[in-house]
């Protein structure tokens, strides 16, 4: 009579082994969800702020615009000043008229009031200075010539302009271009 060979395995010990992968699985399978969940919680921060950042750099550039429309040709010629009334300041000679760009809150700086519409929704408004920078050659090579041409110098202008958001974490842009008046 031959036996039967017994089960190198009981019922209860298989059971378990599928208990322990299973769980196992759960645990690899939480992990990998939560990871994909904190990527997707960053991608959308960054976002956010390109958007925000974008929104401030569109109102500094407004600001930058609105100051090169107050010198347009065909307009008076406005008064600049040392102590920069309304916007308007003189060419900067010393240490102190060189730190205006450092100082966001000085007095120098005036409010640009160009309506914006409602995605600048905060108390902050884009704000711009105009410094007279005098008579430069344009082209630099012109004052060389002989005789120099009559339109070789031109009066430029300095202009900066800057977003503060002023809540918390808000994107802040300085801009600065160098204008002409024809």
């Known amino acids: ?61 407004t600001a930058l615009r609105s100051a090169e429309a107050l010198l347009a040709p065909g307009l008076a010629e406005p008064t600049f000043t040392d102590t920069c009334i309304n916007g308007f300041c003189t060419e900067p000679n010393n240490a102190a008229t060189w730190e205006r760009i450092m100082n966001p809150t000085g007095a120098w700086w005036r409010i640009d009031n160009t309506v914006l519409g409602n995605l600048v929704t905060d108390a902050s408004r ?29 009066h430029r202008y300095r202009i900066s302009a800057q977003y ?8 802040s842009v300085l801009l600065q271009s160098n204008y002409r008046r024809q």
């Open 1 to 61: 009579m031959s036996q039967i060979p017994a089960p190198l395995s009981s019922p209860s010990q298989a059971r378990g082994a599928a208990l322990a992968v299973s769980l196992i699985l759960l645990v690899i399978i939480t992990i990998v969800g939560l990871a994909s969940i904190r990527g997707t919680s960053m991608q959308e921060h960054m976002s956010a702020n390109m958007y925000d950042r974008e929104l401030a750099f569109q109102a500094a550039e």
């Open 126 to 154: 884009p704000q711009f200075f105009i410094e007279d920078m005098g008579e430069w050659a344009d082209p630099p090579e012109c004052q060389q010539a002989s005789p120099v041409p009559p339109d070789c110098f031109a």
């Open 164 to 171: 503060n958001g002023n809540a918390a974490g808000r994107s």
